[in-house]
């Protein structure tokens, strides 16, 4: 009975960690689909992805990497707190941008002329990309708008932060300011 009884335990034990090395092969698998080294968490670098903007071109964000600090914004126009942090977002902007800052504004709106209205009604400047389909918003497992993400140079997310801020405020620059350090390696 005993010999019964511990064979049941190896065979147990056996089956079990063939199936965690089956479940972490799995994971693996599903991870390079998207890049073993892309995840839309900090320390990970952002998953690429490619979206028209308001005039229709094709813009991909791994264009930006090696060049540029990205302020990656999740949004719509219907959004109360959207509508609120937008305008200091192009103040941020425009005190950011010549020293190599690019903030990249993906709406969610499905009506692109909503996006287009909103961008003339507050003079936007930045570039506003289109995801009607939630497509790349559900890669970057968006819950709630607007979501941010700062992107360095490198192309590794630095921050995720869900709500509206106020950007005007030099005190939210300090951040910004430490990305934009030549040679950051954080």
């Known amino acids: 009975m005993r010999s019964n009884t511990s064979v049941l335990k190896r065979l147990t034990l056996g089956a079990a960690v063939v199936l965690a090395v089956a479940l972490a092969a799995a994971d693996g698998v599903a991870q390079k689909r998207r890049g073993a080294d892309e995840w839309p968490e900090p320390g990970f670098l952002a998953p690429d992805f490619t ?57 969610i709106d499905r009506n692109k002329a909503d ?9 936007i400047s930045f570039p506003i990309l289109l995801d009607p389909d939630f497509n790349v918003a559900g890669e970057y497992r968006v819950t709630g708008i607007p979501t941010h993400y700062f992107i360095d140079k490198r192309g590794v997310i630095r921050t995720r932060d869900v709500g509206s801020k106020d950007w005007s405020k030099p005190e939210t620059w300090q951040a910004i300011e430490a990305l934009l350090q030549p040679g950051d390696r954080r």
Request: aromatic letters at 12%; proline letters at 5%; charged letters at 25%.
């Open 115 to 123: 996006a287009q209205e909103f961008v003339r009604k507050h003079g």
């Open 51 to 107: 979206l028209p903007d308001l005039n229709g071109s094709q813009v991909k964000l791994s264009d930006f990497r090696g060049k540029k600090v990205v302020f990656l914004n999740f949004w719509a126009s219907w959004c109360p707190s959207c509508q609120e942090e937008m305008p200091t977002m192009e103040k941020l902007y425009g005190n950011f941008k010549a020293r190599g800052l690019e903030i990249v504004a993906v709406s």
